[in-house]
């Protein structure tokens, strides 16, 4: 990875277990390789989140998965059904990933270069109310 990354993200993914480190740096890498311009920071107190004029996604570790929160307003496709929660909600959609459940890296990358274009051309809410 060569983007920058934030001291504080790599402090909260050392602190998790080593199966849930593995997966937040795939999707670490796997944001950092849709652009090079992604930016890391610390929201909610600790919660590590990747933006790109606008927010991209956020990383929470539960006891059993670990969520990614996609910021798409819910129009980015998603055609492998990769989405595990928050169908009808507003603003983000999750998917969770289970120690031991492999992680659809390929389109998990598509749903992040569709949300940072869709950043890029002012947000997915301005893309609701325009489209």
Known sequence: MTSPTDPRVDAYIDGLPPWQQAVCRAVRDLVH??????????KR???PYF????????????KDHVNVF???????????GIITGGHDNSTARTVAVRRDEALNATALAAMFRQIIANNRAGGWRALKRDG
């Open 70 to 80: 996609l910021y798409d307003g819910g129009i980015v496709p998603d055609p492998e």
């Open 51 to 62: 933006v790109l004029d606008g927010n991209i996604c956020a990383l929470l570790a539960a």
């Open 45 to 47: 107190t600790r919660q």
């Open 33 to 42: 390789a849709a652009d090079p311009d992604v930016a890391e920071t610390i």
